[in-house]
């Protein structure tokens, strides 16, 4: 076989890969109903339907805001949401997206827009629990309106990786270095909870800036409720759930192609404000898993 042959048969290899992996993580299967996967937890007269309860609505005022969780509970899978976060001045309010296993220790994987006063930037905050372990906050300002239209927002967890992304990109990676014993990694079973609540203690200028009520009431809509996942008991794993007959589970979901880690470098670079690995105060020594590129 000849250097051009060879050199296109990489090529090719290599276009696949990408390819596969953007195509599952773009096309799982979209609008299912809201009801096929989710229940309302709490607020229930403060969320409304549209659209053939493909598109919910929640809404928060002085008394309540709301949310809603999936019914079943998963050990692995790949999580999106399309949302659209209020808008006006939405400062003090908290929009979570994020997966809680609420029953023993603690593992969790969180989304929370912090709202802002108007002109000012909404920062989406990320955090991992594991083995009751949190603390590991970053925190990354939009690089476009998110109260002007819907945005996907997903997470893929399988037992090598959890990524967070916006639309595709990739913009924060937690490894499994239990692998190896180093530290903790979420594997407990977890459900999908959605809420829209006040966060004036803490989500804005550190508590600072609060509410603005004369604004309410503040409204956050989301739509996509399909769910790819491994269902699992919340107390139990099910290790079929590390199965590679899931397509999140197979060998090029355990890191990012090459094109993701681009515009993962690229998204730190320019649009992270804080990262709890660089706080020196908080960690005079890094936890082992900042050691990850």
């Known amino acids: 076989m000849g250097f051009r042959s060879s050199m ?12 596969s992996y953007s195509v599952a993580i773009t096309n799982a299967t979209k ?17 409304l339907f549209f659209k053939h309860r493909q598109e919910v609505q929640l809404s928060l005022d002085q008394s309540s805001g709301a949310g809603f969780g999936s019914k079943s509970y998963f050990g692995s899978g790949f999580f999106q949401m399309r949302i659209k976060l209020p808008d006006k001045d939405s400062a003090g309010v908290v929009t979570a997206f994020y997966l809680n296993s609420n029953v023993g220790v603690h593992d969790e994987l969180d989304f929370e827009f912090l709202g802002n006063r108007p002109g000012k930037p909404i920062v989406l905050q990320t955090n991992v629990f594991a083995h009751g372990l949190g603390g590991r906050e970053q925190r990354t300002v939009l690089w476009f309106d998110p109260t002007a239209d819907f945005h996907y927002y997903k997470l893929l967890w399988n037992q090598h990786q959890i990524v967070f992304f916006v639309d595709d990109i990739p913009i924060r990676v937690y490894k499994n270095h239990q692998l190896s014993g180093l530290v903790g990694y979420p594997h407990r079973a977890m459900q999908v909870v959605v809420s829209l609540w006040d966060g004036s203690n803490w ?4 508590g600072k800036t609060k509410a603005n009520w004369t604004q309410a009431p503040f409204q956050a809509h989301f739509q996509d409720f399909n769910i790819a996942g491994c ?10 759930c590390y199965s590679t007959k899931y397509w999140w589970n197979k060998e090029n979901y355990w890191q990012l192609n090459q ?6 470098e690229t998204v730190r670079r320019r649009y992270m404000n804080y990262d709890y690995c660089s706080d020196k105060n908080r960690y005079p020594i890094p936890p082992i898993e900042c050691h990850d590129p």
């Open 259 to 264: 094109r993701q880690m681009r515009d993962y």
């Open 231 to 240: 269902p699992s008991n919340p107390n139990s794993i099910n290790k079929d």
């Open 31 to 47: 609008n299912a109903p809201f009801d096929q996967n989710y229940y309302v937890t709490w607020g229930k007269d403060r969320i």
């Open 203 to 206: 989500a804005t200028d550190g």
């Open 8 to 19: 296109l048969i990489i090529i090719v290899i290599l276009f696949e890969t990408v390819f």
